[in-house]
């Protein structure tokens, strides 16, 4: 598997408050603690106020980091234990936990039932989504490292983080350099220019990146093309229905398919064929913990279901046999939900949750779900997808700053827990601010637009009758694309997930910054990776803090 990511070397000396002898650093250090609550404070703050707002969400892991990075240099003992990579790396995992959480889980599902105008739905729905929540970010985090989700995949955010903390720690040219390319996507964010996009297409899978730079391309200038929009009709979500649902079944083949993993397979003496392996690449899950994990997580959502319908009160609106199959279909569309949304932001760093959502909400509306349970339902799933993104990222930027840890293995596996925890610190933070929060910002009519869609289509239905086979017509080629890349590319849900998205000139940046990798990379030759991953992960820094920094516009 090839994802271009570069092996570099971090922290030659160990960083103040660190040893090679010591394991990896602890969420229950009482400074990392404080420093990882008050982040998740700020991240919760960050990410309610822009999502009712702006209607928009920020990663905000750079953010943290360079704030952890400022905090370790404050001349007192305790504090200059933050200097350690592993620490800000913490750090970043609180916070952007936090952000996604607060904005993209919490806040947008309780909207849901508030808009739909059953007020009383609201704190039953903050349990569930809470809950739906936490499974999934343990469903990703049992499953990164594993084939089907590789650690050394693209995830851009997360090699964003991992190269800014890695300048801040280094210093040199290549601090100079994500310097440069972070007031480059800053400068861009300020006017408007979507450069992440660029920055992503240095990073990611060259062929999933052609397809999403084309369906942004199709979105963008289609009504001028073919005089007619194809973000309109259920067009985009009939091809991601398609592309999803053969996804899903590379997915089941995957598990289904026994083979050594490539620990194994590096294990058995084979004949040299060149540099020798990466060690850090070897799959850390195989098929059979994998397998038991996904299985877990439907067990899991399925609980979180039954616990949802028990608090809204479900149990007396709906048959015994009608609650059974909301139940089972509750948790089915949650996991699926999370695992298409989690390959598209592996590939990309977009996630489209929104999209895989309403085809869901469709689906239900299809088959009959009653108003109540929908509304809940589309809640439950909404509330899964984006923390799981987001935990993949930050697994993504731990796993490139412990790749040069020896022995690697325990420290990594180490090192995931420890972040997974702190992303439990963040959680808890978006738990509370939206809590207390949404009250104040729903009577001000400040409130999440997507929730606004998703209340609207339950209470009108479709509109249009001819929706079903729209989805379907589009889900062919689709599920064809999807086919044709195979589940390491996932050309057919990146195709899908440019048709969702309208930003302008997005796609010409794509289609540019994959040509310039294309032709750099010959004349480079190997170091082209590394010195463009830089580039772009500069890019993504900066469009991030400039997302960020729209809190001022909010205010």
């Known amino acids: 598997m090839s994802h271009h990511t570069s092996v570099t070397t971090v ?3 160990p960083p103040p408050g660190d040893s090679p002898a010591s394991g990896h650093p602890r969420v229950r250090e009482p400074v990392v603690l404080v420093v990882l609550a008050a982040l998740s404070v700020v991240g919760a703050l960050i990410g309610a106020d822009l999502v009712a707002k702006l209607g928009i969400s920020a990663n905000t892991s750079v953010v943290g980091a360079l704030i952890a990075m400022l905090v370790g240099r404050i001349p007192v003992a305790g504090l200059r234990k933050m200097r350690s ?43 569930g989504a809470f809950i739906g929540l936490l499974i999934d970010t343990w469903v990703l985090y049992r499953a990164f490292g594993s084939r089907l989700l590789p650690a050394d995949a693209a995830w851009p955010p997360g090699t964003a983080a991992a190269e800014t903390i890695k300048a801040g ?28 996009a660029a920055g992503v297409a240095f990073l990611g ?22 005089h007619t929009d194809l973000g309109a009709g259920y067009v985009p ?27 194994t397979a590096a294990a058995e003496p084979q004949a040299p064929a060149g540099p020798a392996a990466d060690p850090t690449t070897a799959f850390t899950v195989d098929e059979r913990t994998l397998r038991r994990t996904l299985l877990r997580g439907y067990a899991l959502f399925t609980g ?24 089972l279909f509750a948790a089915f569309a949650a996991l699926v939900h999370e695992l298409i949304v989690g390959l598209a932001a592996m590939q990309s760093g977009w996630f489209p949750s929104f999209a895989v959502t309403l085809i869901f909400l469709v689906f239900g509306l299809l088959i009959g779900i009653p108003s109540v349970p929908l509304a809940l339902l589309v809640g439950y799933v909404s509330a899964t997808g984006p923390a799981f993104a987001d935990m993949g990222y930050d697994l993504k930027a731990g796993w490139l700053l412990r790749r040069d840890h020896s022995p690697w293995d325990p420290y990594e596996r180490e090192g995931r827990r420890e972040q997974f925890r702190a992303a439990l610190i963040g959680f808890a933070a978006a738990l509370v601010v939206v809590a207390v929060l949404w009250q104040s910002y729903f009577r001000q009519g400040l409130i999440p637009p997507v929730a606004k869609v998703y209340a609207d289509t339950v209470k009108h239905g479709l509109g249009d009758p001819g929706v079903l086979r729209t989805m379907l017509l589009w889900a062919v080629p689709g599920a064809l694309i999807q086919l044709l890349g195979g589940p390491r590319r996932q050309m057919g849900v990146m195709l899908a997930t440019g048709l969702l998205i309208l930003t302008p000139n997005a796609c010409w940046l794509v289609l540019a910054a994959l040509a310039v990798r294309v032709v750099y990379r010959r004349v480079r030759g190997p170091r082209a990776d590394e010195e463009l991953n830089l580039v772009g992960a500069g890019l993504i820094a900066g469009s991030s803090l400039g997302d960020s920094a729209q809190i001022v516009k909010a205010g």
């Open 85 to 127: 990579v592993h620490r800000q790396n913490l750090a970043q995992s609180a916070i952007s936990a936090a952000t996604f959480a607060s904005a993209n889980a919490l806040l947008t599902s309780v909207a849901v039932p508030y808009v739909f105008g059953r007020k009383d739905l609201v704190w039953p729905m903050l349990a």
């Open 304 to 327: 979180g279901a039954v616990v949802l319908a028990v608090a809204g009160g479900l149990i007396g609106d709906m048959s015994p046999l009608g609650l059974v199959g909301w139940v």
């Open 11 to 13: 922290n030659a000396e």
């Open 205 to 226: 899978n060259i062929w999933a990146l052609l397809m999403f730079g084309v369906g942004l391309g199709l979105r963008e200038f289609g009504p001028d093309l073919f």
């Open 169 to 196: 720690d280094k210093g040199g040219k290549r601090a100079l350099v994500l310097g440069a390319g972070t007031l480059v996507g800053l400068g861009g964010t300020l006017l408007s220019l979507p450069l992440s």
């Open 237 to 263: 979500h009939g091809v991601m229905v398609g592309a999803g649902v053969v996804a899903l079944g590379q997915a089941v083949r995957l598990l289904m398919h026994r083979r050594p993993s490539r620990t």
